[in-house]
């Protein structure tokens, strides 16, 4: 049996397409609902989360 190798914390670029499109809409939508999570309850991590769904909203911008 031979041993296999991997990088801890290597990342696997995402593939283009509607998989890609489906995975950000998804990031999006769960850093909206945090970020209102977090405004309810007047956390400092609202504006967190929004920066996230902004870097977000551009990608999917820039997608199509």
Same mark, same amino acid.
């Given at each position: 049996?031979?041993?296999?190798?991997?990088?801890?914390?290597?990342?696997?670029?995402?593939?283009?397409?509607?998989?890609?499109?489906?995975?950000?809409?998804?990031? %999006?939508?769960h &850093?909206?609902?945090?970020?209102? *999570?977090?405004? /309810? @309850?007047?956390?400092? %991590?609202?504006? &967190?989360?929004?920066r996230?769904? *902004?870097?977000? /909203? @551009?990608?999917?911008?820039?997608?199509?």
């Amino acid at each position: 049996m031979e041993n296999q190798y991997c990088k801890v914390g290597s990342i696997n670029p995402i593939r283009s397409g509607s998989q890609e499109l489906h995975l950000l809409r998804h990031q %999006l939508q769960h &850093f909206n609902q945090k970020a209102m *999570e977090a405004a /309810q @309850k007047n956390s400092s %991590l609202k504006d &967190f989360f929004e920066r996230k769904a *902004e870097k977000i /909203q @551009k990608m999917l911008q820039q997608s199509l």
